[in-house]
């Protein structure tokens, strides 16, 4: 079955870097796009950086654009989302997704914090 594992969250102060892990399986890594998405306390999950299939084509919501950089391992199926100079409206539960076979695929988050 298609798995998705969020890893590399934690707290880190204004200004900081952290660097998120989405290792997958139970598909064609490849072969599909891959998503990270967020969701703040009480705000809709909202979608912050995608990549194609091979790694060539991506897209950034325009609140991270310029410090998140999103990238993809085919050979280790692990996507990756470096976050560079941190806000505190960063904070939130960081989720990544996928789509085969037209149905979407979450994992279980990894929480970022950004607080002095």
């Known amino acids: 079955q298609v798995q998705l594992v969020e890893s590399g969250g934690g707290l880190v102060q204004p200004g900081g870097s952290l660097r998120l892990s989405c290792a997958a399986s139970?598909?064609?890594?490849?072969?599909?796009?891959i998503s990270w998405y967020r969701q703040a306390p009480g705000a809709d999950r909202e979608l912050v950086a995608r990549?194609?299939?091979?790694?060539?084509?991506?897209d950034y919501a325009l609140s991270v654009k310029g410090r998140f950089t999103i990238s993809r391992d085919n050979a280790k199926n692990t996507v990756y989302l470096q976050m560079n100079s941190l806000k505190p409206e960063d904070t939130a539960v960081y989720y990544c997704?996928?789509?085969?076979?037209?149905?979407?695929?979450w994992g279980h988050g990894t929480q970022v914090t950004v607080s002095s």
């Open positions: 990549v194609r299939e091979n790694g060539a084509g991506t």
């Open positions: 997704k996928v789509a085969p076979w037209g149905r979407d695929y």
């Open positions: 139970g598909f064609t890594f490849s072969y599909y796009a």
